[in-house]
């Protein structure tokens, strides 16, 4: 989606002929992202009304129980916050979850993260994970393995893989923002 809004604000403003310094506009455009990410102002707009911006997909739910059903291992990671998360995920999800006979669609994943101050997670050296109670709230218990249905907020990539075990090597990575979904990972990697 970043990449598409840089191309689509650029191709306005040629279509209109207004002169611009591109490294202005991705500026600019960062800068806005930043601030309604920081002010949760995009998360708190979906939350109420998430039909207008979400499509749920059955083929999502069946794809993440074919990959489990592999035995490949799942782990989302998210800057997002739990609430954010958790309500789009229930309405993407829906029953299906129920009708895999699933607490909850948290255990369609190994390991959930949320708050992941990404792309700094992936340079921080001993940062540790907390667990977020069933009210979201962070819970005071040291965390010593990821428990799959549990979300984890906070922590870096050293932490992840000593808890883990996963290695770069055998991770497949995706994202939807360039930096710090695809750069960063890249470069904590090397």
Not at 18 to 45: K, W
Not at 72 to 95: E, H, I, Q
Request: with cysteine; charged share 25%; net charge negative.
């Amino acid at each position: 989606p970043e990449a598409c809004l840089y191309a689509d604000v650029m191709e306005l403003l040629i279509s209109k002929n207004q002169p611009f310094e591109p490294s202005y506009v991705i500026q600019d455009i960062n800068s806005a992202i930043g601030f309604t990410h920081m002010t949760e102002l995009l998360h708190r707009t979906i939350v109420v009304d998430p039909a207008r911006y979400l499509d749920p997909n059955p083929n999502l739910v069946k794809y993440l129980t074919r990959i489990r059903e592999s035995g490949r291992s799942t782990f989302l990671l998210t800057n997002s916050p739990y609430y954010f998360v958790d309500a789009g995920m229930k309405y993407l999800m829906g029953d299906l979850i129920e009708n895999l006979g699933l607490p909850c669609w948290t255990h369609l994943f190994d390991i959930v993260i949320v708050e992941a101050d990404k792309p700094t997670f992936y340079h921080q050296r001993q940062q540790r994970f907390r667990k977020l109670n069933p009210d979201g709230s962070p819970s005071l218990e040291a965390v010593d393995e990821f428990v799959r249905g549990e979300v984890y907020t906070g922590g870096g990539l050293e932490e992840f893989h000593r808890l883990s075990g996963y290695r770069e090597s055998n991770v497949i990575y995706m994202g939807d923002q360039i930096y710090s979904d695809l750069v960063e990972p890249q470069k904590a990697t090397q």
